[in-house]
């Protein structure tokens, strides 16, 4: 079982991954665990990590255009066929490759 307490993500009770800044939600695709930071206490809009199931850093997402002075993530989720999504307070979402962070596809869906 897995449960976050701020800035901390718990496998079965025992402490895997700290990161430093509360973690939002996280996902777990392929092996890789891909954590989302609340942005009010970030300041970075690459606010999207992946993790190895040891706990080890893999990547940070990579920069999109900004269209704004602030471009953070607000959610991640899977597409109907298992993609991994995330979604800006610009109102664009985007297809991110779970294995390296990298950018596939972006659109404005506001």
């Known amino acids: 079982m897995i449960n976050i307490k701020g800035n901390k993500l718990f496998h079965n009770n025992e402490l895997l991954i700290t990161v430093q800044s509360s973690i939002k939600d996280f996902l777990i695709l392929n092996n890789v665990i891909v954590l989302?930071?609340?942005?009010?206490?970030?300041?970075?809009?690459?606010n999207i990590f992946g993790y190895n199931l040891n706990g080890?850093?893999?990547?940070?997402?990579?920069?999109?255009?900004?269209?704004?002075?602030?471009?953070?993530?607000?959610?991640?989720?899977?597409?109907?066929?298992?993609?991994?999504?995330?979604?800006?307070?610009?109102?664009?979402e985007i297809t991110i490759n779970e294995k390296n962070g990298c950018i596939i596809m972006s659109e404005l869906i506001r």
């Open 56 to 92: 080890e850093f893999k990547w940070q997402i990579s920069e999109i255009s900004k269209l704004h002075k602030r471009n953070y993530y607000t959610s991640i989720y899977l597409s109907e066929k298992q993609d991994l999504l995330a979604y800006n307070k610009n109102g664009v």
């Open 36 to 46: 989302i930071l609340n942005y009010d206490d970030f300041d970075s809009d690459r």
